[in-house]
C-alpha cells in the first residue's frame, strides 16, 4: 500500500490557565496536525506540539510545517507503508535534526498501518505491558496558594502524582512551594521536580540539596541540555534521583548520559525523539543499563497523548508514570473520542491505528487562519 499525499494544517488551541515554565509562560499551544493518505483512500494522523515557538528546542510547529512540505513528503510520497523503518531511514539521511516534524509523519503513518490492519499502535510496537498508566499533573502556576488548591482538587479525585515545574524565578521560591505542598499534600503525595534547564550547576546542587528533606521521587533536567557533565555532577551530590529530559532526544544522546552515569532515570518523549522507532531504542538502551524511564509531554490534544500512550503502553521500561495531562490542560480538544483519564490514571486506548477520530468541526474552529 502506497502513500499519495500529505496535509499539514496549524491550530492554536488555548489553555486552562496560564502555564509556567523556566522559558516562558504559554497561554496556549501551538498544533501541527498531519494527515497522511494511502491509495486505498485511507489516512494516519500525526501531531506535532511545541511551546510558544522555539522555546522547549529549535523547532516550531511552523518550521515542521515547511520541513515536512518542502523536504520530507517527496522522501515519503509513492512509498510503501510496510517500509516504515526504511523511509525513517532515509528521512533521517536527507534530513538532519528537525525531530517533531519527522516524529509527526512517522506517527501517521503507524497510524495509517494499523488503521490498514485493524490492529491499535500498541500492537503493533510489542503489544500491551499494562491496561493503564500512573498519571503526573504539572503544577506551573508559581502561586502557592494558587497550586495547593489545585493540587487538593486533583488529589481528591484520586489523583497522586505532581510535578512541580521550578527554575523560573528565585529558587528558594521553588523550595518554599515543593515544602508547602509536602506538608499540606503529606506522604501520599509523589512529588517531583522539573526545572527545564533553569539552573547552573552550583545552583542545582544547592537547591535540590535543600529540597532532601521532602523527598522528591525525582529532579528533571536541572542544568542545560548540554551540560552532561554538569548533569553527573549534580547526580553525584544529591540523593534525589536526577532524570535528563532535554538533555536525552537521540539514541546517541542517551548513550553519552548512560556512559558518564549523569541520570538515573529518562524521560521519552515521541517528538522530541523522531518517533516511535528512536524512542524504543532509546528505552532498550535504558533497559541495558538499568535506567527507568518516564514518559513526558510538550502538552499535545488527544492526538499526540494517543500516540505517546500507546508507546507507553508497549515500553516495559516506564515505571514513573507519565505526563499524559495534555487534553485536561487544554480548553478544548480536536476529536470526537477523547484519551480517557480514571483515578489518576490514563486508560490504554482501543481500536485501528491511534484509535483516534478527529472533530471535522473543531479542526475548523482552531485552525489558523493565515
Ligand atoms: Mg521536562
Not at 510520497?77 to 533521517?92: P, Q, T
Not at 479525585?157 to 505542598?181: M, N, Q, S, W, Y
Not at 492526538?303 to 516506564?318: D, E, K, M, P
Amino acid at each position: 500500500m502506497n502513500i499519495t499525499h500529505i496535509e499539514t494544517l496549524l491550530l492554536d488551541i488555548p489553555t486552562i490557565r496560564p502555564h509556567s515554565m523556566s522559558f516562558g509562560t504559554i497561554n496556549a499551544v501551538n498544533i501541527l496536525l498531519i494527515r497522511v493518505y494511502a491509495e486505498n483512500g485511507l489516512d494516519g494522523i500525526g501531531e506535532v506540539v511545541t511551546l510558544g515557538g522555539p522555546t522547549w528546542s529549535e523547532e516550531t510547529v511552523e518550521t515542521a510545517k515547511v520541513i515536512i512540505e518542502r523536504y520530507l513528503a517527496p522522501l515519503v510520497l509513492g512509498k510503501n507503508l510496510l517500509r516504515i523503518e526504511a523511509i525513517v531511514e532515509e528521512m533521517d539521511r536527507r534530513v538532519k535534526g528537525n525531530l517533531f516534524a519527522k516524529a509527526g509523519i512517522e506517527c501517521a503513518l503507524f497510524d495509517l498501518l494499523g488503521k490498514a490492519y485493524n490492529l491499535p499502535v500498541y500492537a503493533l510496537l510489542g503489544g500491551k505491558c499494562r491496561e493503564r498508566v500512573p498519571l503526573s499533573w504539572s503544577l506551573a502556576i508559581g502561586d502557592i496558594e494558587a497550586e495547593l488548591e489545585e493540587a487538593r482538587r486533583l488529589m481528591a479525585r484520586g489523583h497522586r502524582i505532581f510535578k512541580i515545574k521550578t527554575g523560573v524565578g528565585d529558587p528558594e521560591h521553588d523550595i518554599e512551594r515543593v515544602a508547602a505542598l509536602r506538608t499540606t499534600l503529606g506522604e501520599s503525595a509523589d512529588l517531583r521536580i522539573d526545572a527545564n534547564q533553569g539552573w547552573d550547576v552550583a545552583t542545582a546542587i544547592r537547591t535540590i540539596r535543600k529540597m532532601e528533606p521532602y523527598y522528591l521521587t525525582f529532579a528533571e533536567q536541572p542544568v542545560p541540555r548540554w551540560d552532561i557533565e554538569g548533569l553527573a555532577e549534580v547526580s553525584r551530590a544529591t540523593t534525589i534521583p536526577i532524570m535528563a529530559d532535554e538533555s536525552i532526544c537521540t539514541p546517541q544522546d542517551a548513550l553519552r548520559v548512560t556512559r558518564q552515569r549523569a541520570a538515573r532515570i529518562f524521560s521519552l518523549k515521541l517528538t522530541k525523539s523522531g518517533g516511535f522507532l528512536a524512542t524504543k531504542k532509546i528505552a532498550a538502551i535504558a533497559e541495558a543499563a538499568g535506567i527507568p524511564c518516564y514518559v513526558g509531554c510538550m502538552i499535545e490534544t488527544s492526538v499526540g497523548t494517543a500516540a505517546y500512550l500507546h508507546f507507553t503502553i508497549s515500553a516495559r521500561q516506564v515505571s514513573y508514570g507519565c505526563e499524559l495531562f495534555g487534553p485536561l490542560l487544554l480548553q478544548d480538544d480536536i476529536v470526537i473520542n477523547p484519551v480517557r483519564y480514571t483515578e489518576g490514571h490514563i486508560e490504554a486506548p482501543e481500536g485501528p491505528g491511534l484509535g483516534i477520530t478527529l472533530d471535522e468541526t473543531k479542526i475548523r474552529k482552531y485552525c489558523r487562519s493565515s
